[in-house]
């Protein structure tokens, strides 16, 4: 079954750096997303890409995020400058046709600030 | 408004009992209701999801329950499994295209 891969599954940086954290979506799905999980809370919604641009975005989506699809292959979720609070697992999703459609997440990469 | 209750917060259960986990939500919007499981080190995996036009359904030993006047809807583990212990987060999404909003997750585990 194909499935979200996501690399690294642990990333350790220091307060301040950038961080850049990539996914493979499925490969005929048409819609990303990235999740974030703190350790024992919610999963919670950070932002969705469709045709080469962000749908949607939430609070937590500010400026010291971007996302980007710089290949055909590969979606990636960069943290700007990041802060102790950033860390957290992050999950990317794809789905064939939008949130109407079920999503695939991926095992996430363990991202810890130090 | 948009956001979901999820109770309760842990649970154990025997071998063969029924796990019962429970979602409340306040947007009379949301139109789609899945839940997930997820296992330590794995991403979300969709179990079952349910439409506000039935008030059941049921997947072999996974039955969902939806009570759309008390806007309330459960997940119901039939003849629990050691295996089936891992984390449930209920779901919900407003009508149109809009992100899913998760409750906060019930640690389950099954004990022989």
């Known amino acids: 079954e194909p499935e979200v891969t996501q690399t690294p599954s642990h990333q350790v940086t220091q307060m301040g750096q950038e961080v850049i954290l990539r996914c493979v979506p499925i490969?005929?799905?048409?819609?990303f997303y990235w999740y974030r999980q703190i350790l024992g809370q919610k999963v919670e919604f950070l932002v969705s890409f469709y045709n080469n641009e962000i749908s949607e975005k939430s609070e937590i989506f500010d400026d010291q995020f971007s996302v980007e699809r710089p290949d055909g292959s590969n979606f990636t979720l960069k943290i700007r400058s990041t802060k102790l609070e950033d860390s957290a697992m992050y999950f990317c999703?794809?789905?064939?046709?939008?949130?109407?459609?079920?999503?695939?997440f991926g095992n996430g990469t363990r991202l810890t600030v130090t | 408004q948009q956001q979901v209750k999820q109770s309760p917060q842990s649970l154990i259960v025997q071998k063969g009992g029924i796990s019962i986990i429970n979602c409340a939500y306040e947007?009379?919007?949301?139109?789609?209701f899945p839940w997930y499981q997820q296992f330590p080190g794995k991403g979300p995996a969709l179990l079952i999801a349910?439409?506000?036009?039935?008030s059941e359904k049921k997947e072999g030993r996974f039955t969902i329950s939806f009570n759309k006047s008390a806007k309330q809807f459960s997940l119901h583990i039939m003849d629990s499994q050691p295996g089936d212990s891992a984390t449930y987060f209920c779901a919900a999404r407003n009508s149109g295209n809009t992100p899913l909003v998760f409750g906060k997750g019930t640690r389950l585990s099954v004990i022989a």
């Open positions: 947007n009379t919007a949301f139109d789609y």
């Open positions: 349910i439409r506000p036009d039935v």
């Open positions: 999703a794809s789905s064939e046709s939008g949130h109407n459609s079920p999503l695939h």
């Open positions: 490969s005929n799905h048409l819609y």
